[in-house]
């Protein structure tokens, strides 16, 4: 005879054991859920108490590279969750060189397709104020992904700087001081390239119909705003300065300019030019040879620029420094006036012990 208690305490058991089985593999499934969860969707990115920080990916740069740069960052808390989401979507496959900005708190998952999708954060190119193509080069390398060597060696590469109508002597005439939106991964062909364009953008038609007034081409034009600039800091001046030597050029007299002299000598730290100086034999010596010298002494300012298109009309040969080391200059008409403004400045420099 059939034990019914008996039966319905084995049925009880095994839907216990049923309910027991499907609560372990549910508990084992959430297990696994909330750990995939973790790697994918958990804060990861930590920039302490920074809102923000750069990151910036080499162009070529492997799986592996990207995570070495992150780790040297120390900004991601598990890099492992982080190398496995990467896996995952294949990032392998889909690196973008270039400046990517991270957010604290980040997950991996808004990580990598961040990375994935190549949009990069722009940089702010700035530069001015730059003497030699040598510091031009430096530092721009500062600021993009191109090194100063490849930069300088393409400003010195005579073929390629003919397909802009420049030359290594007049090629810093093309870069007008400025601060430009680019993207960091930018090289040093492509620099030429964007800074050509906006060369071509700052000489319009109107300022191309300014320089066709006063006879100048935008690089002779640049030549002189360079050693306008070098003349004086003061803006409010520059136009009486490249006044005297439009003066000069249209009466085909030597400009007889210190600064072109100082860029021959290599040395703009000079404050008193002798008259041994004046003998160099360099094309750059416009106490030697008439007319502007092959290209700019330096990056001409804009406001050097605007100096030479509106110069000041006046009848002004001859400047010289002010001896009270103000900044601004003593302009006189002739010779005589010249000299004696000039053995003020000397008197001064010597009070103070300046030789050179």
């Not at 191109?146 to 393409?154: F, H, R, Y």
């Not at 030549?223 to 520059?238: H, P, W």
């Not at 700019?296 to 040969?317: C, D, M, T």
């Amino acid at each position: 005879m059939i034990n019914l208690a008996m039966l319905r305490d084995n049925r009880s058991a095994m839907w216990r054991i049923i309910v027991l089985a499907i609560m372990l593999v549910l508990i084992i499934t959430g297990a696994i859920l909330f750990h995939l969860y973790s790697r994918v969707y958990s804060r990861n990115i930590n920039l302490g108490e920074k809102p923000t920080a750069s990151l910036y990916i080499p162009s070529g740069s492997t799986q592996k590279d990207v995570l070495a740069i992150l780790t040297a960052k120390n900004c991601v808390d598990n890099i492992n969750s982080l190398d496995w989401v990467m896996t995952k979507k294949n990032y392998s496959r889909h690196i973008f060189a270039g400046k990517y900005q991270l957010r604290n708190g980040m997950n991996n998952n808004d990580l990598v397709n961040l990375l994935r999708s190549g949009i990069q954060t722009p940089v702010q190119l700035t530069f001015n104020n730059t003497r030699t193509l040598a510091d031009f080069s430096g530092k721009i390398a500062r600021q993009i992904e191109a090194d100063s060597i490849q930069i300088l060696k393409l400003l010195r590469d005579k073929n390629k700087l003919a397909k802009y109508g420049f030359k290594s002597e007049t090629i810093i005439a093309m870069f007008i001081p400025n601060t430009y939106q680019v993207y960091w991964n930018m090289n040093a062909d492509d620099f030429l390239v964007r800074m050509h364009k906006e060369y071509a953008k700052f000489w319009n038609a109107d300022r191309l119909k300014q320089a066709e007034a006063i006879g100048l081409s935008p690089v002779q034009i640049s030549t002189l705003a360079s050693i306008v600039d070098e003349e004086t800091i003061k803006n409010d001046e520059k136009p009486r300065v490249a006044g005297v030597y439009m003066n000069r050029l249209n009466r085909r007299i030597k400009l007889d300019a210190d600064p072109t002299l100082k860029f021959a000598l290599g040395d703009f730290s000079i404050k008193r030019i002798w008259n041994k100086d004046k003998k160099i034999d360099s094309p750059y010596n416009t106490y030697k040879y008439r007319g502007l010298p092959p290209g700019p002494i330096r990056q001409a300012s804009i406001s050097g620029i605007n100096a030479v298109l509106h110069y000041e009309k006046h009848r002004y040969f001859y400047f010289c420094a002010k001896s009270d080391f103000s900044g601004y200059h003593d302009f006189a008409r002739n010779l005589r006036e010249h000299n004696n403004n000039s053995r003020k400045y000397w008197k001064a420099l010597n009070r103070r012990g300046i030789k050179r």
